[in-house]
C-alpha cells in the first residue's frame, strides 16, 4: 500500500469577494487560476495511470474495462465531470509528464511549474507533431521552448494556432500532407429527427471554412458587433439585421438556405449586402516562385499548401494577396477613408484585431487612423491599424490610445488606470510575419511592421465618423 502524499494549495478566501476592489478581484482570480493548474496537473498524472491500467494487453482486466467504461478516456470523464476532449487531453499530457520526449521537456517543466495549462501543454503537443526526417528534434525543442514561454499568457486555441505555425516553418514538406488530413475529415450530414425537424452536422477544411465563414459572417456581422456603416443604405440594411425577430443563428440558416437556393448568384444586397462573399489568400511571392513552403486563408488557423494558393488564385471568390521583401503589394490607393484595397492591406498586415488576445478576424473589424483627424492624421495604410468594435469604442470612448513610433504600434490605457498596462500591438497573419523573416534573414535589416502599400501620398482623414 502507498501512502499518500498532499499537496497543499493555497487560494484567497472568496468570502469577501463582493468588497474587493477590482485590483484585489484580478489578483484573487490569478490564484484561483495557479491553483487550478495545479489541480489539473494532479489530475493528468492520475489520467495517466489510468490509461496504464487499461492498456490493451490487459483486455478485459483493465481498469476501465473492469469499471465499466469502454475506453480509459471514457472513465476519466465519467470520474471528473470532464468533456472527452478534456479527458484525452489529461491522459495525453499525464503520459507527456511520466515520460517526456526530449524536444518536449520544456513544455512539462513549465506544466510540473505551474506556469502553463494542462490545455496548453496538449496543444503544444498536439501541433509541434514528433521529428522527421526533415525536421530535426533540436528545432522542435527551440520551438517548445517558444511555445511554452508565450503559453503562460494564451488561452489553448491560440496556443494550438501558434504550434501549428511553428510546425509550418519547420516542416514546409509536410503542409501539403497536413493540408489533405484536414480535408480528409469534412463531412456534411442531414439526419431526419422524429419531429420532422432535420439536424445538421458536419465538419469544414480551413479552405471551405473560409468561403462558408465569410459569407454567413456578412449576413449576420451587424448582430455580433461587426463594423459599423457609414453608407445609409448599408446602414439602413444592419438596423434592420439588428431589429429582426429571428435569432443569430436563425438569420444564419435562413442565408445558407438562401444561398444554395440563389446559387450564390444572387442580386448584390439581396443575400450578401455589398458584395458576394470572398476570400482572401495570402502567400509570399518568394513561397509561390519556388513552389514549396504555406500560404494561409484569412480568419483560418490552418496553412494551406502553394498548389492551393495556386488554384484559389484563379478561382472565382478568392482574392489572392501576395507579399514581397515583407510587404503585401500595392492594391488600390488611398482616400478620404480607407479604401476596399487598403482594408486589405490592413487585413494582410494585421490578420484581424490588432490588439493581443483578440480574435475577430478582419471582417469584423474597423480601420482605425493611430494618428487621429485632429492632429493631421492621414489615410495611410502605416497609419491605419484594423481593430474590432468592441476595442475601437475602448479608444474613441474609454481613452486608450494607439501610439506608433516607427514601426512599433502599442496600445496605451487611459492615464491613471491601475488595472492595464501598455502592451505592443503585433500582426497576426502568418503569412506576413513569415515574409518579414525571410526579409530580413537576406537584408540583414528589419522591414516596417506595417505596409505602406495600398495608399500613395495619404488623403487627409475625413471630417468626421470615427475611422
Known sequence: MTTATTVSVEVPDLGGVARASDAELIEMMRQWAGARRTIDTGLARLAAEVQVRSSLELGYDGLAQRSGARTPDALVTRITGASGPEARTLVAVGTLLEDPAPWLAPVASEVRAGRISVGAAGAIQSGLGTPTADVAADDLTDAAERL???????????????AREAR???????????????????????TLLPDGMTRLNGLLD???????????????????GGPRFVDPAQKARAEAIVGDPRTTEQVALDALVDMVRIAGAADPGRVFGTRRPSVRVHVTQGDLDRRAGAASIEGQTASVSIA???RLGCADGYLPILFEDGEPLRLG??????????????????????VPGCDRPPSWTEAHHTTPCS??????????????RH?????????????????????????GDALNRSVRLKPKNPTHLRALTRSRATSGSAPSGASTSGSSAGAP????GRT
Open 391 to 415: 476595442h475601437h469604442m475602448l479608444v474613441h470612448n474609454n481613452g486608450w490610445r494607439i501610439r506608433r513610433r516607427g514601426t512599433d504600434y502599442t496600445l496605451d490605457p487611459p492615464p
Open 168 to 190: 509550418d516553418e519547420l516542416d514546409e514538406a509536410g503542409v501539403a500532407d497536413r493540408e489533405a488530413a484536414l480535408r480528409a475529415k469534412r463531412y456534411l450530414r442531414l
Open 206 to 224: 480551413p479552405e471551405s471554412a473560409a468561403l462558408v465563414t465569410d459569407a454567413i459572417d456578412q449576413v449576420t456581422a451587424p448582430r455580433r
Open 148 to 162: 511554452a514561454t508565450e503559453a503562460r499568457d494564451l488561452p489553448p486555441e491560440k496556443v494550438a494556432r501558434r
Open 308 to 310: 492551393t494558393a495556386e
Open 333 to 354: 490607393r488611398s482616400q478620404r477613408l480607407f479604401s476596399r484595397g487598403q482594408r486589405d492591406v490592413l487585413a494582410a498586415i494585421w490578420g484581424g484585431c490588432a
Open 461 to 464: 482623414c475625413p471630417a468626421s
Open 375 to 388: 492632429e493631421g492624421g492621414k489615410t495611410d495604410v502605416a497609419d491605419g491599424i484594423l481593430l474590432c
